[in-house]
């Protein structure tokens, strides 16, 4: 147990205190459509378009209508990561499954020890975090030595779960490359509704490569956080949504999909 206040905590008690207003509040929400479980049940029916998203945030992850490619958000500019390896810049009037975004400040920055991968960096960085009870909105600028990424192909109805759709996801590997990570840091009481820990969506600089993160070497980099203090979850009444088996337990699945390891 801490006896002290971390400066980083005092930092962000005094930032939310100060930012506690109305007007701040909507910029401090996380605004999600659908629910994880409800994609890894299938749930993949176009349930909102990105002009009816973009109105609750400029930087976000997702995925497509019909699991059509990992999908990254930033400076409201919206990104498709193909399962070609391909990566688009999508029209408002695409739609999305399910997707997660906030209003983007760069509310803390810090600088991670040089030469991490992916699970040294996720310990560094959750003991880095002011506390384990808020969700965060995850910015990482870095040069990477390599990194790990895949997406999923489109798919067509009756879906299937992504659990067995993960299976014919593809890897990329791209080394020396500069690029953002893009995405969630949330608490474990999410588990059904979002990603429990670290969800991060990788596009490089040059906008030519992208998906959803496996794996890391970072070379040098910069950690961009913005705590989120609301969150709205927006249920749709597309009917499968509400016919879908939302009552198993499906961390055992999220596991393995989010590691890229179905
Ligand atoms: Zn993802």
Same mark, same amino acid.
């Given at each position: ?196 820990? $670290?969800?991060?969506?990788? /596009?490089?600089? !040059? #906008? %030519?490569? *992208?998906? &959803? ?27 499968? $949504?509400?016919?879908?088996? /939302?009552?198993? !337990? #499906? %961390?055992? *699945?999220? &596991? ?7």
């Amino acid at each position: 147990m801490r006896l002290f206040l971390p400066s980083a905590i005092f930092f962000f008690a005094t930032q939310l205190l100060a930012t506690a207003s109305v007007a701040q509040s909507d910029r401090d929400t996380l605004f999600q459509v659908s629910t994880i479980d409800a994609l890894l049940a299938g749930v993949y029916q176009p349930l909102a378009t990105l002009d009816e998203v973009l109105t609750h945030g400029d930087f976000g992850l997702g995925t497509f209508a019909g699991l059509d490619g990992e999908l990254i958000l930033v400076a409201g500019d919206i990104y498709q990561a193909a399962a070609d390896g391909t990566v688009r810049k999508m029209p408002g009037t695409a739609a999305t499954p399910f997707i997660s975004l906030t209003w983007f400040d760069a509310d803390e920055q810090l600088q991670p020890p040089p030469g991490l991968d992916y699970a040294a960096f996720k310990t560094w960085l959750e003991a880095e975090l002011p506390s384990p009870n808020l969700t965060y909105a995850v910015r990482v600028d870095g040069q990477f030595a390599s990194i790990h990424y895949r997406s999923v192909p489109a798919q067509e109805p009756p879906y299937r779960p992504l659990k067995e759709v993960a299976k014919e996801q593809t890897y990329f590997k791209r080394e020396k490359i500069a690029g953002t990570l893009i995405g969630f840091w949330c608490p474990s009481y999410v588990k059904g509704l979002n990603v429990p820990g $670290f969800h991060l969506h990788f /596009l490089s600089d !040059d #906008r %030519a490569s *992208a998906g &959803h993160l496996l794996d890391f070497s970072l070379t040098k980099g910069k950690v961009t956080l913005d705590p989120t203090t609301g969150w709205t979850l927006e249920l749709p009444m597309d009917k499968a $949504f509400l016919r879908a088996n /939302l009552g198993t !337990d #499906r %961390a055992e *699945a999220l &596991h393995a999909v989010e590691q890229g390891k179905p």
